[in-house]
């Protein structure tokens, strides 16, 4: 068992300007299961195998306890690693497979047996390890490449996207297995997803990438309540938050009729930089639908409703005299809100919703940043 | 009409070259002309217009030849009189064909592991090198010389000259030797290495076609595979008698066997060289001497059988493995 840190480490790839991982800091508790998360091309899985040391490191260092890994080989650095598509020996049955780490490390025959025959039984593996990798499942083979890591308990576990190969079901299903099982040995374990769900369910903290720059690190409730920036914030829940950028008058934002009061640090918080704008979120579940002419909500006009059984979503578009900002959730340009699936509006229809007290995000409409 | 059977001058060939291209294109013509015309074709005569010509050809060309090989080989040397199995006999028991025999036996032997080895290294070795294009390029090339023009190549690096003074060796091999200040040999003449000196003009050649296959197979060796190889601890050696090796054993076994058929039909290489003296005669070599050299049809025939009974095995062995490689995909 080890803590991780990356001090400020670098990879720049020969013949690009722009390095994909840039200065990452980050530091990962003993123990602790952290999910690296962001679009594709973010640098995450740059960092895991940075870590992993099948990635030069042009700048900074990585340490895996108290030890500089940096320049150290990956067989020599004490982790194992389960790749997207399992990277598993095709010629070898699963047992070689699983056992191969030790076969090389020179260890006794009985030995690497009894380790393999436990990793199988955790992962209810032993009746195939026998068997080829192609006559396997795709599920049957992931849990090959999570037991060919667990036969070598390492210090710390690297995972890159290892569930993205399974249908939808299968996934959820191995979500909880994966979870569950990292509690249960306590390996460090470093998880990379594009899947913000999967980080948010998996991780005991999540760090969010972007560009290659590390955005946010803390626990799913802070980065689902406390976004720091509006990337995070758009980024992080499902469906993604409504984020618009706004007038401020009179210490208070302008969004469609409705005027939501700022907190007096926030106001203060404004640069010349902003324009006497200010960006404003609100995730689809913070809207309660009111009466009209209520003080503080404003008009949405009801485009679609997506029935979810337990849960009923309405995309619709923002009414608005004053015609200021534009208010849109993730990648489309609808406002999202969640109501009651027992109440549901028609298409077309005209509902009112207000923010619920407090539960509005605030960022600098310049720099993106939090504010308050 | 005669000059279209009995052309003379240059103008009445390019006139029966025309004829020729003419009848073909309407020949094609007709026949892609009437493939879309009925509607309504059995099967059985769809499967005979694709398979049958290829029947034909196969009987005609193979078949039919095969069985009279076989007949003759039980006839005497002008195939008049029935002899038995007295071929045979003389085949594997007489002490020139013994040496044939075993010249084929250390040839198929050598020549497809070799080939094979030093292909493979070789193309491990370039695998991703700066200069690869070239280096590939530069052993692949033997593969588009003939192989009577490989022997003749090698004759003359193999040349040699006896070592007087005033006498200026022509040879590569024994101009090198005479500059290291060691007497020049007769590659060709001396038993046994001759076979040997034989054998390497065609792993010369057949190397670059193992390289080429090999090659691309490593490349179709995923890239996680090899990180997780070396996440387990391998390296170098490790690695290619770990990974490199087993992932690419399918085409391993297809450049093994595809050479080591050719290794036993080769021909030009001895006929060029040494024409089968010296001891170096090989099977097909020998088949060819007996049947048109020494007029002795039946012993011929027996070797050229010889031959393909060789050849059989492998060739079983060779389909099995391209269905077992089609199977793993």
Redesign the interface.
Same mark, same amino acid.
């Given at each position: 068992m080890a803590t991780v840190t990356f001090d400020h480490a670098t990879r720049v790839y020969p013949g690009t300007e722009r390095p994909a991982v840039d200065q990452l800091n980050l530091h990962i508790e003993d123990g602790e299961f952290l999910v690296l998360v962001g679009p594709s091309g973010c640098g995450k899985s740059t960092s895991l195998r940075m870590l992993?040391?099948?990635e030069d490191v042009n700048g900074g260092r990585i340490l895996i306890g108290d030890r500089d890994v940096t320049d150290v080989?990956?067989?020599d650095r004490d @982790?194992?690693?389960v #790749?997207?598509?399992y990277?598993?020996?095709?010629?070898?049955s699963v047992a070689d497979n699983m056992g #191969?780490?030790l076969k @090389?490390?020179g260890t006794p025959k009985a030995e690497i047996r009894q380790r393999v025959e436990e990793a199988a039984k955790i992962l209810d593996l032993t009746e195939y390890l026998d068997r080829k990798p192609?006559a396997l499942s795709g599920g049957q083979r992931q849990r090959v490449a999570m037991g060919?890591a667990i036969v070598r308990q390492p210090q710390v576990f690297l995972m890159d996207e290892p569930l993205s190969n399974l249908d939808a079901k299968l996934r959820v299903q191995t979500r909880t297995q994966i979870a569950s099982l990292q509690r249960r040995l306590g390996v460090t374990t470093v998880y990379v997803t594009h899947d913000q769900t999967e980080a948010l369910t998996m991780g005991d903290r999540i760090a969010v990438l972007k560009g290659g720059v590390l955005q946010q690190v803390g626990t799913p409730r802070e980065m689902y309540d406390a976004p720091a920036n509006v990337f995070v914030a758009g980024f992080i829940g499902s469906p993604a938050m409504n984020i618009g950028t706004f007038d401020v008058k009179e210490g208070a934002a302008l969004v469609g009729n409705a005027q939501i009061p700022l907190e007096r640090s926030m106001v203060a918080g404004l640069t010349d930089a902003d324009a006497g704008k200010v960006t404003v979120g609100f995730r689809p579940e913070s809207l309660d639908v009111v009466p009209s002419g209520t003080p503080g909500s404003f008009q949405v006009q009801v485009n679609i409703v997506e029935e979810l059984g337990s849960d009923a979503y309405v995309y619709g578009s923002l009414q608005s005299d004053l015609g200021t900002g534009e208010l849109s959730a993730g990648d489309s340009d609808q406002v999202i809100v969640r109501i009651n699936p027992r109440d549901v509006p028609m298409k077309g229809d005209i509902i009112n919703v207000a923010i619920k007290a407090g539960h509005e995000h605030v960022f600098s409409a310049s720099s993106g940043n939090r504010l308050g | 009409m005669d000059w279209l059977l009995e052309a003379g001058s240059p103008a009445q060939k390019f006139g029966v070259m025309a004829v020729a291209i003419l009848l073909f294109v309407v020949v094609m013509g007709a026949i892609l002309f009437a493939v879309d015309r009925p509607k309504r074709v059995p099967r059985w005569v769809v499967a005979v217009g694709f398979v049958g010509p290829a029947l034909l050809g196969l009987a005609f060309g193979l078949v039919y030849p095969g069985l009279v090989t076989i007949k003759n080989s039980f006839f005497d040397r002008s195939g008049a009189e029935f002899v038995g199995f007295d071929n045979y006999v003389t085949a594997f028991t007489n002490e020139q064909f013994l040496i044939v025999l075993r010249n084929t036996a250390i040839w198929v032997l050598v020549a497809p592991v070799l080939s094979t080895l030093i292909g493979l290294v070789y193309a491990v070795v370039v695998d991703r090198s700066r200069f690869e294009r070239f280096a590939k390029a530069l052993i692949f090339l033997p593969m588009a010389i003939s192989m009577v023009g490989a022997s003749i190549i090698w004759r003359f690096v193999y040349e040699f000259k006896p070592d007087q003074p005033g006498v200026q060796q022509t040879g590569l091999l024994n101009q090198l030797l005479v500059w290291l200040g060691l007497p020049p040999q007769q590659f060709l003449i001396n038993q046994p290495w001759n076979t040997v000196f034989l054998i390497v003009i065609l792993i010369w050649i057949q190397s670059g076609f193992a390289m080429t296959l090999l090659s691309a197979a490593i490349k179709a060796i995923?890239d /996680?595979?090899t990180?997780?190889?070396?996440? /387990? *601890?391998?390296?170098g050696l *490790?690695m290619f008698r770990?990974?490199t090796v087993?992932?690419i054993?399918p085409a391993l076994v297809v450049v093994l066997t595809t050479i080591a058929i050719t290794t036993l039909k080769v021909f030009d290489i001895v006929r060029t060289t040494t024409a089968g003296q010296f001891g170096t005669s090989v099977v097909a070599n020998e088949f060819y001497t007996q049947s048109f050299r020494q007029n002795n049809a039946g012993l011929g025939a027996a070797l050229a059988v010889v031959l393909f009974i060789l050849v059989i095995p492998i060739i079983v062995y060779n389909v099995r493995q391209l269905r077992l490689a089609e199977e793993?995909r």
């Open positions: 992993a040391g099948l080989q990956p067989k @982790i194992a690693m #790749f997207q598509n990277a598993l020996y095709p010629h070898m #191969f780490a @090389i490390a192609k060919r | 995923p /996680d595979i990180e997780a190889a070396r996440l /387990d *601890g391998l390296h *490790g770990y990974i087993p992932s054993r793993v």
